[in-house]
Nanobody, 114 residues
Framework: QVQVVESGGGLVQPGGSLRLSCTAS????????MGWSRQVPGKQRELVAS???????NYADSVKGRFAVSRDNAKNTVYLQMNSLKPEDTAVYYC????????WGQGTQVTVSS
């Protein structure tokens, strides 16, 4: 049984930082690409960042230079370091693992507000 679990969301002021973590079990983690998407109510889910099994990263234009995705295969964990946060970054952030199939976590709320 595959489980993808996010943690680290919360309330942060504009300009602040937050680090999200995502742990996946039930898969051979090192062979899966991992990614983060976010969704605001009433809008489509959008890709934020992804990292391949080989460590190649990809970012949405809106977060380039502010967010960084990384992975620790020894801990079956992927991270999303978010800096210089803006109110428009407020969303539910979802982690996913992908190879032949895609597995999603339940999401974690990030709120950027003063």
């Amino acid at each position: 049984q595959v489980q993808v679990v996010e943690s680290g969301g919360g309330l942060v002021q504009p300009g602040g930082s937050l680090r999200l973590s995502c742990t996946a079990s039930g898969i051979i983690f090192s062979t899966y690409g991992m990614g983060w998407s976010r969704q605001v109510p009433g809008k489509q889910r959008e890709l934020v960042a992804s990292i391949t099994s080989g460590g190649l990263t990809n970012y949405a234009d809106s977060v380039k230079g502010r967010f960084a995705v990384s992975r620790d295969n020894a801990k079956n964990t992927v991270y999303l370091q978010m800096n210089s946060l803006k109110p428009e970054d407020t969303a539910v952030y979802y982690c996913y693992a992908y190879a032949r199939s895609k597995y999603w976590g339940q999401g974690t709320q990030v709120t950027v507000s003063s």
